[in-house]
Nanobody, 124 residues
Framework: QVQLVESGGGLVQAGGSLRLSCAAS????????MGWFRQGPGKEREFVAA????????NYADSVKGRFTISRDNAKNTVYLQMNSLKPEDTAVYYC?????????????????WGQGTQVTVSS
């Protein structure tokens, strides 16, 4: 069982930056690929970024490529999402997710564990 707790959300102006963190419980963190998803008002949950257990592989949605960076610190059981050049359309609840596998997943159904979400609001 893995428990995930996100933090770092908030209100920011367009063009600004935020860094989200997701702290995971358990001793097998490095064996879990991790992902960030988001769900905007009235929208379905969508893939944002993912990283393999070792951190060697990453994947990004086209909408955030070049602006967001996913990283992880396995010694701290934490995954991060650095978000730069934020846009109003990035406004959403951001969720951290974990899957017990080597490979990265981009679908919500690929993931076994989810955090409670953290709100990110970007004002224009």
């Amino acid at each position: 069982q893995v428990q995930l707790v996100e933090s770092g959300g908030g209100l920011v102006q367009a063009g600004g930056s935020l860094r989200l963190s997701c702290a995971a419980s358990g001793r097998t963190f490095s064996r879990h690929a991790m992902g960030w998803f988001r769900q905007g008002p009235g929208k379905e949950r969508e893939f944002v970024a993912a990283i393999s257990g070792s951190g060697a592989s990453t994947n990004y949605a086209d909408s955030v490529k070049g602006r967001f960076t996913i990283s992880r610190d396995n010694a701290k059981n934490t995954v991060y999402l650095q978000m730069n050049s934020l846009k109003p359309e990035d406004t959403a609840v951001y969720y951290c997710a974990a899957k017990y596998a080597i490979s990265i997943g981009v679908l919500t159904t690929n993931y076994d564990y989810w955090g409670q979400g953290t709100q990110v609001t970007v004002s224009s």
